[in-house]
């Protein structure tokens, strides 16, 4: 398993509606090429909230965007990131607390690769 961290936003602490952001660098994306993000998710509980992920180019709506976990498992997303004239310099992971009093929103193992997102 190994050492690491992850990102939680706990439900049981704060106010609904409370936002939790996590931003990242990105530094040397090249022009006029694609790129993808994948990363673990977890949304475990009742009325958990929402997790959103904004590329910075694309600044008003999310990429991607989920509110509830079918289980409590962690899942896999994926983004395809296509950079034109302008390249993307962040991506923000930010989640939403919904009403629940129990759960987490989790996220871990970001990794962004070159080329199109890989099929399942």
């Given at each position: 398993q190994g050492d690491g961290y992850y990102m939680a936003v706990p439900a049981f602490v704060g106010h609904k509606k409370d936002m939790g952001r996590l931003k990242l660098l990105l530094t040397?994306?090249?022009?006029k090429s694609s790129y993808c993000l994948i990363f673990s998710y977890r949304l475990a509980g009742e009325r958990v909230g929402k997790l959103r992920v904004f590329l910075a180019n694309k600044k008003t709506a999310p990429v991607w965007e989920q509110n509830k976990g079918e289980d409590e498992r962690w899942r896999t997303g994926k983004i395809e990131i296509f950079q034109g004239?302008?390249?993307?310099n962040s991506v923000t992971f930010e989640s939403e607390r919904g009403k629940g009093k129990t759960g987490e929103i989790g996220v871990d193992?970001?990794?962004?690769?070159s080329g199109l997102c890989p099929e399942d």
């Open positions: 040397d994306l090249k022009p004239a302008e390249t993307t193992n970001v990794i962004l690769i």
